[in-house]
C-alpha cells in the first residue's frame, strides 16, 4: 500500500468535489468493501479481491470492511472488526483495526456493527446517503437491506435528486471517476511494475508457441509468473488459435503450424494495478504473406493510434483515424471497394474490428467498469455511437496528461458475422465477399500497447515494449 | 465430463432415493448452476466455477444453467440460453443446448427463462419445492425470488414437512450426500490424477523451499502446474514458515534456515476432482533434533490413522486413536503429564491439533461443505463433539468402500492458544508450560495425504506418495 497521506489526500480531494457539486445538506457518503466470494462453498473462497473504489480511498485490503465519510461534517471512519482466538488459530495474529485506520489516516475506527447503525441513522434522519453501484452481488444485497433502496435500483446511477436518492449516487461516481481517472505518479510507478510483469507473461507465452505445444500448457505457466512476482491475472488469459472469437477463454487446441495464436493477457501488481498487452504470433514461427499482409496493417495502425495519443485530441479521434487508416490499407487489399469516409460514416471498420481501439486502465482492466462505462469513458463529453465497433468504443474523452488507456487495434475474420453482413445486407455494397470467401480460416489479429497520456504526448508503459513488427516477432521466435 | 450414461444413472439413482424417503406428492428437485462471479466488476470474472453438485448430476460446465427433476413424473429439463452473434462474436461458436443435453442423457431443455416459469407454476399449484442450500450469494437471491421463502431461510435446511417446506430440502440434502459421499470408478480416476498433479505441486514447492526465496515466488510456480495441467488450485495454497497459523495465505516471507515450511496444497483437474496434501520441510534442509522429535510424531500419527481405515471403523475412532497415540508421544517427552485417557476424554490434544483428523474430498477439497458439514460428515450415526479439535472433526462416519477422506494430523505450538489455555486452566492440569515456553516459536507440522477406502481397507490416492519420513525428506531435498 502507499503511504497515508495518499489515501488521506484522495479522500479530500473527494470531499471537496463533492462539496462543489452540491448544496444544501450534502449527507454521507458510504463504501463497502468486498466480502469473501465462495468458488464451490462459503471458505473455499476465490483468491480475495478487494473492491478498488474501497482500496483507492480507504487502502484496506482485506474483507469485511466498510466506511463512511460525512459530507456535511467531514467526519470519517472505518468500520472492521478485530480478531478473536478462533481466527487466530486460522489466521494468524493481525493487526488491530485502529492500526490498519492510522495506516491510511484515518483517526476514527469501529467494529463492523456500527457502520450498520450509521447507515441506518442516515437513512431516518433523511440525510442522502451516497454509494456507488456495487459490483458484487453481496454488496448489492447489503446495501438494499441497509438503504431500503430496492434491491434492482442499487446499481442504477442517479442524480440524488431524481427519485428521493433511492438509487447510486450520480455525484458520487463523477467525483469518484474524476480522481481515478487521473493516474498520480505512485499509480503510474505500480502500473509500470504490472507492465514489467505482463513483458515477462508474454514472453513466456512467446517462447510456449512452438507446434505440439497445448495452448493451457502455456496459460499455466504464463499464470505461474503472475502469481510468483504479483497478485496474479488482470483478467481471464486470452490465449487461442481462434483469436476471431474476441474473448476465447478455452485452451484445449493444440499449436499447429500455420495458424496464428492470439495472446491478450495481462498481470494485476501485489499492489491491484493491471498491465494487460496482446501480441499475435505465427504458429510456425513465420507468417505467410497472407498473414503479414494483415499483421502490418494492425501493427502500424498500432503505432499510428500511439502517435496521436496526446493531450488536445479525444481518444474518439484516435479512434477514427485508426479504422480509417485500416480501411484505407483493407481497401488496397480488395477486402472493400468505394470512398473511405463514407465507408467510416457506414461503420464498416466494425465487420473487421467489432471493439473499440481501447479503454481506460488502472486498478481495474476496464478501469472503473462496474461505475459504468459511459460516466468513465465519455462524461459530458460525448454520446456513444450506435455502430458496431465504434460503439463498443469504451473510452472517448478528450485527452489528459495522467490518462492511462490501451492501444489495442485488430483486424479478425468472422465467419459467423461475415455471413450475417452478407444475408442482412449491413455492408451496403462496400465489402467484397469472394475475397472474404478465402479469409474464413484465417482466425484474426490483435495488437496492444498500455500508454500513458504525458503533458507532451505519450510513453508506452512498462520498462521494455514486447517485440511487435513482423520482422522482429519472426527474428526473436526463430533465436528462442 | 464423462459419458451421458454416468448423468442419467445419477440422476436416476437420486429419484430412487428420493422417492423411498416420501410419500404423496413428492415435488420438484429445483437445480442452479452458476453464474459468474464477479472479481473486480462485472465482466471481468474469477475463473468460472460451476456448482458441484449441478456439475455432479446435470454435467454442464458452464455459467448460467439450471436444471428441474419432477420427483413425481420422473420428467427432467435442462435449462440454458443459446448464443446470438453478439456472444459469437466475444465467445465464439457454442454447441446448442438440446445438444448439451444430449451429452448428459437428458432429452428435454429449454430457455432459462422456461425455468422461472415451471418454478413459479410448482409453487402456485403448492408443490414441494426442493433446492439445495446454495453456495454463492445470486443463487441464494434467485432462490428467494423464485419460490418466496425469505432471504435469510433459503440456506437453513429442514425436512419439507417443517414450517411448509419454506428452506432448503433436508430430503435433497441427504439424497445427494448418500450419492457423492461414495465415490463412482471414475470419479476415483479422476482424483487419482488431481493427486498426482498435487504431486507434481509439491515437488516443485519442496525443490522451491531454499534460503532466501520468497514464499510467493514458490506459491506462484505451484500455482503455475495446475493451471498448465489442471482447472487450478482445489483451495488456495497455504505455504508459510508460521506453519503454526493454520490457514495462513499470506506469502510475504523469505525461506529462512532453521524455520519450518508448512506446504498445505491440491490441485483441481480439469473435469472438478480435488487433491488435497500437506509437508512440511526443514527450511535449512535439516531438521534439527527439536524438530524431529515432533516431525516423527505426526508422521507415525498419519501412517498410523491410514493403517486403522478400513470398511468396520469409523473415522470418530480413528481421529481418537490418532491423538491418543500424539498424547501418549508428548507424554514421553513430557509436554503433557498425567493419565492419557483422561487426557483424551478432556479433549487436551486440541491445544496441540485444534483440528480434526480430515474430511471427506470430492468434487469440493472439503466435499459438500455447502450442503452443511454435519450432514456430510456426521449424519445420523452420531453426534458432533464439544471439544476443540475433536469438534474441529469434518468427517466422523462409519467408513464405507468408496469413501474419500484426508489423513492430516498435525501438531502445533499456537502462542495465544497456549497463553489463553494457561491463563484460563483450560488445560486442568494436564501440561507442562515450562517445556512449551521453548516452543514459541516452532510453528507447527501438518502431514497430509488422500485416502481411498477400499473393500479391503485403504488405498492413498495418487500414483506416487511424496517423501514424508524424515530421512526421506532430507535424503531427497539434500539431492535437489
Known amino acids: 500500500m502507499f503511504e497515508a497521506s495518499v489515501y488521506l489526500n484522495r479522500r479530500k480531494a473527494l470531499l471537496e468535489r463533492m462539496s462543489s457539486l452540491m448544496t444544501g445538506d450534502k449527507g454521507v457518503a458510504v463504501f463497502l468493501g468486498n466480502v469473501d466470494a ?74 463492523l456493527a456500527e457502520f450498520d447503525k450509521v447507515v441506518a441513522q442516515a437513512v431516518s434522519a433523511g440525510r442522502p446517503v451516497h454509494f456507488l453501484p456495487p459490483a458484487r452481488y453481496y454488496n448489492t444485497m447489503k446495501l438494499s437491506s441497509l438503504t431500503g433502496v430496492a434491491f434492482e435500483s442499487v446499481r442504477k446511477v442517479a442524480p440524488m ?12 461516481v463523477k467525483a469518484v471517476v474524476s480522481l481515478r481517472l487521473i493516474k498520480e505518479q505512485c499509480e503510474i510507478d505500480e502500473i509500470d511494475k504490472a507492465c514489467d510483469l505482463g513483458y515477462l507473461m508474454h514472453t513466456e507465452a512467446r517462447r510456449g508457441c512452438k507446434p505440439g505445444v497445448l495452448e493451457q500448457e502455456i496459460v499455466g505457466r504464463m499464470e505461474g509468473i503472475t502469481l510468483s512476482k504479483g497478485w496474479g491475472v488482470s483478467f481471464t488469459t486470452i490465449l487461442s488459435q481462434n483469436g476471431e472469437t474476441l474473448h476465447n477463454h478455452s485452451h484445449h487446441q493444440i499449436i499447429t503450424p500455420g495458424r ?32 503479414r499482409e494483415i499483421y502490418d496493417i494492425v501493427q502500424q ?50 465487420l473487421f474490428m467489432p471493439h473499440g481501439l481501447g479503454h481506460n486502465m ?11 462505462e459511459n460516466y468513465v469513458g465519455y462524461g459530458d463529453e460525448r454520446q456513444r455511437s450506435p455502430l458496431l465497433g465504434m460503439g463498443n468504443l ?52 490483435r495488437l496492444e ?21 513482423s520482422a522482429d516477432v519472426e527474428d526473436v521466435m526463430a533465436n528462442e
Open 394 to 445: 469504451r473510452m472517448a474523452r478528450n485527452l489528459k496528461p495522467g490518462h492511462i488507456v490501451t492501444d489495442e487495434p485488430g483486424i479478425y475474420f468472422i465467419p459467423a458475422l461475415i455471413e450475417q453482413w452478407k444475408r442482412e445486407g449491413t455492408d451496403k455494397g462496400f465489402v467484397n465477399y469472394a475475397k472474404l470467401a478465402d479469409y474464413y480460416d484465417f482466425g484474426g489479429i
Open 260 to 291: 496464428l495464436l492470439v495472446v491478450d493477457a495481462g498481470a494485476e501488481s501485489n499492489t491491484h494495478y493491471a498491465s494487460d498487452f496482446t501480441r499475435t504470433y505465427p504458429c510456425s514461427g513465420k507468417f505467410t504473406t497472407k498473414q
Open 161 to 172: 435528486d431524481v427519485d428521493s436518492g433511492r438509487h447510486a449516487s450520480e455525484e458520487l
Open 38 to 111: 465462495a468458488m464451490n462453498y462459503r471458505g473455499n473462497d476465490y483468491k480475495f479481491r478487494q473492491d478498488s473504489s474501497f482500496l483507492y480511498f480507504w487502502g484496506v485490503d482485506e474483507p469485511s470492511f466498510a466506511a463512511v465519510l460525512d459530507l456535511d461534517s467531514g467526519d470519517e471512519c472505518l468500520y472492521g472488526n478485530d480478531v478473536d482466538i478462533d481466527d487466530i488459530i486460522w489466521m494468524g495474529p493481525q493487526p488491530s483495526v485502529a492500526s490498519k485506520g492510522e495506516l491510511i489516516g484515518c483517526k476514527a475506527t469501529a467494529p
Open 362 to 372: 488502472g486498478m481495474d482492466v476496464h478501469d472503473m467498469e462496474d461505475l459504468g
Open 301 to 350: 495502425a498500432n503505432d499510428l493510434a500511439f502517435s496521436l495519443t496526446k493531450p488536445g485530441t479525444s481518444y474518439w479521434d484516435v479512434h477514427c483515424a485508426t479504422v480509417r487508416y485500416m480501411l484505407e490499407q483493407l481497401k488496397a487489399l480488395d477486402f472493400v471497394r468505394g470512398d473511405v469516409d463514407e465507408m467510416v460514416a457506414a461503420g464498416i471498420s466494425g
Open 449 to 469: 500497447d498500455d500508454v500513458l497520456v504525458t503533458p507532451e504526448g505519450a510513453r508506452r508503459l512498462g520498462s521494455r515494449r514486447l517485440p511487435i513488427t
